[in-house]
């Protein structure tokens, strides 16, 4: 049996926020969230997106920092910074491909999610994947999730040219083997690029389900 | 004479609701707890296992209870935050009373229950027993539910009790007993995962159920089809095969013209009906006309859904049911819920591993309140308050005359129109806050203020007990033991955490006192809750809710026992109707045809847009706690209203502008939410908040003819964009019923 991991089901969130309202009662950040709820698009859809620390095996936030506050302990957790070293620049806040560490102000320290290492360092599952109703964040071996669980957990991600493998899998479909994200068209000061088709969103409105033949659902 | 005492914003600024936005001493005093207390949550129906925190007798945190079956340590996020009530500065720590023009002074516990029980002798006295009425909840536990009902009937012999259920499980438990013989899930939730089928009807289960949510996505990793009936599309409704956004009370549509395709492609287990039910041939002769072009006509949804629907229901080898207040909280609620259960009867699946149906529980004691005799026509054990034989069997436990056990009174809404018109002159409340709750406020208002003697048992001051005379400091779940039956039927135990505060009191102990001064002491003798609890086992003996054989000891062992358990060495009943037998006397199930009749207020010219009612996961019910704890109010402020861009773009709305929603009754200024995930003839407006953003403003007070529930899920109202409000309540915080 391998070790316990964290899996991430965004088929499966239903935005109830268990998750940030857990995270926020940690006595190591008391009061705040390290994790990060997204709401996609509320006024085409309910989808939202949780988003812990990726847990990158060679972490970014850590690469970039100039004050060299950022750790990682021997089994591959990122650290939030160290207080006597962070310098607030918010360089990690910036680098980070998934948006995960906050500057916060009022302590002047970046804080990040740490894998609830005061709880997975002595077995325990992170509060957030405890608690999860939908069970979008898991905490199990991969064995489990190969055995309970449709898709793929993935873990390789491109972002243009940078290859970035984490700690933490994410499930996608059987067919996706990595996640590539072109950041040409993002970053590109020319014309802006047109919108993107908006098919997806649509399917998600119901003057639309009420009026057709049915194109929603998987 | 129970006009409020003081102006709002003054019993807001003493009372609250004040949002407590930190544990108790702040986050940084909280340091390692002494004990944790495996329990359960206060709040719904599913009744997750939780470990309450205590650091010097003072509740301070949770921790994750994951060895509990039901939920593995799976919480919303109102159960995450439910320990901030404990020491929050709204409790009320004295007796009160009110003071015309000043609000409440403070009062001696002796005093204020000297005055409640003198109150009810003379109303009695003056008007008749049945002038004076109890009203009470279903997150009260078993055991309060059992005594409450026992106060009504044996102390204050009125016949008039009932529950804050009658907004909830009435007409699901209607349905069931009708066609079942039964009022309770007919599966536990580990039959969900089996099933090849699943068909989620008017139940938002993201928000209302979450931790069902897990027991769905499993199900669908096993290869399961969902289907969701909602006018919107709610977070389950996103990934699931099949989303019928069905009209407001177009339910009946769907089911009969899938019945109806059922027939036609062969997919009926006519064994099954001939050896295990009565009244087919009627069902299959009224589905006739309900094709899915008629089906489709009627609930406002292209036929080829429901066809679709049923392809996936009809062959499907095993299959569950889940239905809520969706299609129960109408005027035909229990009609509704009768044409659901026919496609499971139909398929002959149930009583089987993976085969079943669940109407989904709302209040956290829903099941159990409902069987302990709290209810206006019941006695214990889900017993008939008008049944010769059953009312023998309960006089014999109370030890009273059968004949002085009142017969059938008013349900929770004929009830406060009695109030209303003057038949009903006195009122004592607990677990119960109509004045955000029920449909029509104003005409509850008015019949609140036209009470001559009003006691409120609560531990913070609801928008209801604004209005009592007297109110009596009671106690929260985590300060007093006792059980509750969970949405499965699975009655569990919820520790005591630490003691009331010094000035509260456990419910009980008010109730018991309550009964001596009114002359009925020694049937209220009770040293604690496990002695109420050893009775409710004597009176339910025998009883369709049978908890006989059910102890505290077996229920911390097996981690909950599910009813009926008729004797100590029975191992409770997880399945009902295994071997296709059913709860009526001949065996059979009860097959209920069904035709669809339209809602008391359709949309016409003048109101021309269909509103319907429901939560939000931050808040529980009517807010009374919720929107106290300051976690939860932020995730979700103020009320809502959700409507299609279509609509908004008729009425040049956009999102975060102020509408005026407007019914016959009353009107909210809320703000719009403008979302494609609702139907476009449809807005929707959660009912968790008070005065004039409570959208029970709105709501009709048109009651199912069974069941007595409100129609909260349609009436008609008009929109139009306002300007932000102004007012004095307007200012109020969000909690207390302002915007922000």
């Given amino acids: 049996m391998s070790e316990l991991a964290f899996f991430i089901d965004h088929s499966r969130c239903i935005g109830c926020r268990s998750c940030v309202q857990a995270c926020e009662e940690c006595d190591t950040h008391k009061g705040v969230s390290m994790i990060h709820l997204e709401t996609v698009e509320r006024a085409d859809s309910v989808q939202t997106a949780p988003q812990v620390c990726m847990h990158c095996v060679e972490p970014i936030c850590a690469r970039v920092c100039p004050a060299d506050a950022i750790k990682q302990t021997p089994d591959g957790v990122t650290q939030s910074s160290l207080k006597p070293r962070c310098i607030g620049c918010s360089n990690c806040v910036l680098a980070c491909p998934f948006g995960v560490p906050k500057y916060q102000a009022a302590i002047d320290q970046m804080m990040k999610c740490d894998y609830c290492y005061d709880r997975t360092s002595v077995g325990k599952r992170p509060m957030c994947a405890t608690v999860c109703p939908s069970q979008a964040l898991a905490f199990t071996t991969i064995e489990e999730i190969g055995r309970t669980r449709r898709g793929r957990p993935i873990r390789r991600w491109v972002f243009g040219d940078e290859v970035v493998e984490t700690k933490v899998y994410v499930m996608v479909p059987e067919a996706v083997e990595e996640v590539r994200l072109d950041l040409v068209a993002l970053s590109s000061k020319a014309e802006p690029a047109p919108a993107p088709p908006r098919a997806p969103h649509e399917r998600f409105d119901v003057a639309a389900l009420l009026e057709e033949e049915p194109v929603h659902g998987r | 004479m129970a006009k409020l005492p003081a102006p709002v914003p003054a019993l807001v600024e003493r009372f609250g609701p004040h949002a407590q936005r930190t544990p108790p001493g702040g986050w940084s005093a909280r340091g390692a707890p002494d004990r944790l207390v495996k329990t359960h949550c206060c709040f719904c129906g599913q009744q997750c296992g939780i470990e309450l925190a205590v650091k010097d007798e003072r509740v301070v945190g949770f921790e994750p209870w994951e060895d509990f079956p039901f939920n593995q340590g799976k919480l919303c996020p109102k159960g995450v935050k439910r320990y901030m009530q404990d020491q929050h500065p709204d409790r009320l720590l004295s007796p009160l009373e009110r003071v015309e023009g000043q609000g409440f002074r403070e009062l001696g516990w002796d005093a204020a229950l000297a005055r409640t029980a003198g109150e009810i002798q003379r109303i009695q006295g003056k008007y008749g027993r049945d002038a004076f009425a109890v009203l009470t909840g279903a997150s009260l536990t078993n055991e309060k539910a059992y005594l409450m009902g026992k106060f009504a009937r044996v102390a204050v012999r009125t016949a008039n009790i009932d529950y804050n259920g009658r907004l909830c499980m009435v007409s699901a438990g209607a349905a069931s007993k009708k066609v079942f013989g039964v009022d309770r899930a007919a599966n536990p939730w580990s039959d969900i995962p089996k099933a090849e089928a699943i068909l989620v009807a008017g139940a938002n289960v993201a928000e209302c159920a979450p931790i069902t949510t897990d027991y769905l996505w499993q199900a669908r990793e096993n290869g399961a089809k969902l289907i969701v009936l909602d006018p919107r599309l709610t977070p389950i409704a996103r990934t699931v095969d099949l989303f019928i956004p069905v009209r407001p009370g177009g339910d009946i549509g769907v089911f009969n013209a899938m019945l109806h395709v059922m027939i036609e492609r062969g997919w009926i287990d006519r064994r099954f009906l001939a050896e295990h039910t009565t009244g087919w041939e009627e069902v299959e002769r009224t589905v006739r006309r309900y094709t899915p072009e008629e089906g489709g006509r009627i609930a406002g949804v292209p036929p080829s859904l429901i066809v679709k629907a049923a392809e996936i229901w009809g062959p499907a080898r095993t299959s569950f049911l889940l239905h809520a207040r969706g299609i129960e909280h109408h005027s035909k609620g229990v ?140 106690s929260l779940m985590e300060e007093d033991e006792g059980t509750t039956t969970n949405v499965e039927g699975r009655v569990i135990h919820h520790q005591r955490a630490v003691r009331p505060p010094a000035g509260a009191r456990e419910d009980w102990r008010i109730i018991c006192d309550l009964a001596a001064r009114l002359g009925a002491g020694d049937k209220f003798a009770y040293d604690s809750p496990r002695a109420i609890f050893e009775e409710l086992r004597a009176a339910s003996r025998g009883g369709v809710a049978d908890y006989s054989g059910i102890t505290w000891e077996k229920i911390d062992r ?182 922000r």
């Avoid at chain 2, 409340?429 to 048992?457: W, Y």
């Avoid at chain 2, 669809?596 to 706690?625: C, F, H, K, M, N």
């Avoid at chain 2, 409100?710 to 019923?737: H, M, Q, T, Y």
């Fill in chain 2, 335 to 474: 009609e509704n819920c009768l044409a659901a259960l026919n496609l499971v009867l139909a398929t002959g699946r149930i009583g089987r591993e993976g085969c079943g149906y669940a109407m989904i529980t709302g209040q956290g004691n829903g099941q159990g309140a409902r069987e302990q005799g709290q209810k206006c026509d019941q006695l214990p054990g889900a017993r008939d308050v008008e049944n010769p034989e059953h009312r023998r069997h309960v006089a014999g436990v109370w030890g009273v005359p059968e004949e002085s056990i009142p017969h059938k009174g008013l349900s929770a809404v004929p009830l406060l129109e009695a109030i209303h018109d003057g038949r009903i002159k006195g009122l004592l409340l607990i677990c119960f806050n109509p004045m955000v709750s029920l449909p029509d406020q104003r005409f509850i208002g008015e019949a609140l203020e036209k009470l001559e003697h009003f006691t409120a048992i609560d531990f913070f001051l609801s928008e209801t007990a604004r209005y009592a005379d007297v109110v009596l400091p009671g």
């Fill in chain 2, 558 to 739: 097996l981690k909950g026992v599910f009813w009926p358990c008729p004797a100590p060495d029975h191992p409770g009943t997880p399945r009902l109707y295994e071997g296709g037998r059913f709860g009526h006397p001949d065996g059979r199930a009860h097959l209920q045809p069904v035709e669809w009749r339209p809602a008391a207020e359709e949309p016409d010219e003048e109101y021309p847009i269909v509103l319907t009612t429901g939560r939000v996961v931050s808040q529980y019910l009517s807010g009374t706690q919720t929107r106290r704890i300051g976690g939860l109010v932020d995730q979700y402020p103020q009320p809502q209203c959700e409507l299609h861009p279509r609509l908004a773009a008729k009425l040049g709305v956009a999102s975060g502008d102020y509408v005026k929603v407007e019914s016959r009754r009353g009107a909210v200024v809320v703000r719009a939410l403008v979302t494609t995930t609702i139907r476009p003839d449809t807005v929707f407006v959660p009912y968790h908040w008070p005065l004039t953003r409570a959208a029970n403003n709105l709501t009709v007070r048109a009651i199912d003819p069974v069941s007595n529930i409100p129609e909260f899920k349609i009436c008609a109202v008009r929109l139009a964009k306002a300007a932000p409000p102004a007012d004095e309540l307007s200012r109020l915080a969000p909690e207390a019923g302002g915007v």
